[in-house]
């Protein structure tokens, strides 16, 4: 969502929209991840989370309540750290979706444009008919290399101590001191997770050329 908000930025005719995310995606593109996991998790944790007082908010909870929040998220006294790597990743991949996002906007011939301004439709009406269905095709591959980026991304959120694969890989190796069994497993299944992800887009490609066939 912040990509594709930011992508419309950088096309947008308003000249604090487009600095507004060219700003964005130059600066984040050009930091390291590792830095801003740990801006973010000093900010947000020592910041934003007890002004929210969502941890104290979650152990007052049921039992119940707590074990579906452990589940979906993470445990109460790891939500600070779980919130500031979200927030970082999202950022982060962000500015990449949203470079995604302009190149594939751009690159619908601006005949389409004129055609469909000739037709009497708004700017809202010729994103949403006639230049975003064609856009999303041409984005497709580039968003699912993003995604598989992402996945992989995810791995450096182990050095805040989300209980993410690797984290549970150094975890595993600790107590049992078998290092190569484990990280080939975690290889295994992070390969696993990027295949699933490419042979379901190249599916939904496959699907949305066809309708298109009709």
């Known amino acids: 969502i912040l990509g594709t908000i930011m992508g419309l930025c950088r096309i947008s005719q308003g000249l604090f929209y487009r600095l507004l995310g060219r700003s964005y995606v130059e600066l984040i593109r050009n930091m390291p991840p590792l830095v801003l996991i740990f801006i973010f998790y000093y900010f947000v944790s020592g910041q934003i989370m007890p002004v929210l007082g969502l941890d104290e908010f979650i152990l007052a909870q049921s039992e119940t309540t707590q074990r ?4 979906l998220f993470a445990p109460p006294s790891f939500l600070s750290a779980f919130f500031s790597a979200l927030v970082t990743l999202a950022i982060f991949e962000g ?3 949203a470079e995604i996002v302009r190149a594939g906007i751009q690159s619908i011939d ?3 444009w004129e055609a469909s301004h000739a037709l009497g439709l708004s700017k809202w009406q010729q994103m949403r008919h006639i230049i975003l269905p064609q856009a999303v095709q041409r984005v ?5 290399g993003q995604f598989i980026s992402l996945i992989k991304d995810s791995s450096i959120v182990s050095l805040i101590s989300i209980q993410e694969l690797t984290f549970q890989g150094m975890e595993l190796m600790a107590a ?3 290092t190569f069994e484990i990280w080939i497993t975690v290889t295994l299944l992070y390969l696993l997770m990027t295949f699933t992800c490419s042979l379901a887009v190249q599916r939904l490609e496959v699907r949305m050329a066809r309708g298109r066939a009709w």
């Open 68 to 71: 579906l929040c452990e589940l």
């Open 95 to 97: 500015a990449y979706i």
């Open 110 to 112: 601006k005949e389409q």
């Open 140 to 144: 497709l591959p580039p968003l699912a």
């Open 176 to 178: 049992t001191y078998l």
